[in-house]
T-cell receptor, first 112, second 114 residues
Framework: ELKVEQNPLFLSMQEGKNYTIYCNYS?????LYWYRQDPGKSLESLFV?????AVKQEGRLMASLDTKARLSTLHITAAVHDLSATYFC????????????FGTGTRLKVLA | DAGVIQSPRHEVTEMGQEVTLRCKPI?????LFWYRQTMMRGLELLIY????????DSGMPEDRFSAKMPNASFSTLKIQPSEPRDSAVYFC????????????FGPGTRLLVL
């Protein structure tokens, strides 16, 4: 079964702290995506990771990919309230026709 | 750029009625995706098209659901007849192609079936 698992599902953290969200997937994949969703809103693309060892950074967010371990991480540095949102990872499966599978999402709340 | 456009933004209907959701992808994008989001099942890919051709519809829940893309700038997702368990937010997304670029999501249609 094609699965994408994220943990934690919920994360409450203080401003200024660092934390990491983990994304594990069970299928062969050639793309790993991170999206952000604010409550009641649509999804906004954050990163697309293409290859093993890929690292991308935007502001306080940094994403990395280990294709051998089938693991991606989204690291948050010195969190601020504006980062409060739900973060999804997704993979493009290369088994058969492409399938795009989303993780369960991690709801992040940054406390002032 | 106007982004992906979806209509209606909200739809309330009664069980048994036909529902049609509409999507206009970003101009120049060749791939279009329909997703459904619920609290119980999360985000699910229903179907996607490339160059107006359906590539994978394995996520379509049952025969009550159908999707078409008659041209590069328009797609519909139809539910007939609708049931309360179809209540969800339906997102349309587009991307330049199927080479794995990011997908750009529309604002979604919030569907409530009574």
């Amino acid at each position: 079964e094609l699965k994408v698992e994220q943990n934690p599902l919920f994360l409450s953290m203080q401003e200024g702290k660092n934390y990491t969200i983990y994304c594990n997937y069970s299928t062969t994949s050639d793309r790993l995506y991170w999206y952000r969703q604010d409550p009641g809103k649509s999804l906004e693309s954050l990163f697309v990771l293409l290859s093993n060892g890929a690292v991308k950074q935007e502001g306080r967010l940094m994403a990395s990919l280990d294709t051998k371990a089938r693991l991606s991480t989204l690291h948050i540095t010195a969190a601020v309230h504006d980062l409060s949102a739900t973060y999804f990872c997704a993979v493009r499966s290369t088994s058969g026709t492409y399938k795009y599978i989303f993780g369960t999402g991690t709801r992040l709340k940054v406390l002032a | 750029d106007a982004g992906v456009i979806q209509s209606p933004r909200h739809e309330v209907t009664e069980m048994g009625q036909e529902v049609t959701l509409r999507c206009k992808p970003i101009s120049g994008h060749n791939s279009l995706f329909w997703y459904r989001q619920t609290m119980m099942r999360g985000l699910e890919l229903l179907i996607y098209f490339n160059n107006n051709v359906p590539i994978d519809d394995s996520g379509m829940p049952e025969d009550r659901f159908s999707a078409k893309m008659p041209n590069a700038s328009f797609s519909t997702l139809k539910i007939q007849p609708s049931e309360p368990r179809d209540s969800a937010v339906y997102f349309c997304a587009s991307s330049p192609g199927l080479t794995g670029e990011t997908q750009y999501f529309g604002p979604g249609t919030r569907l409530l079936v009574l």
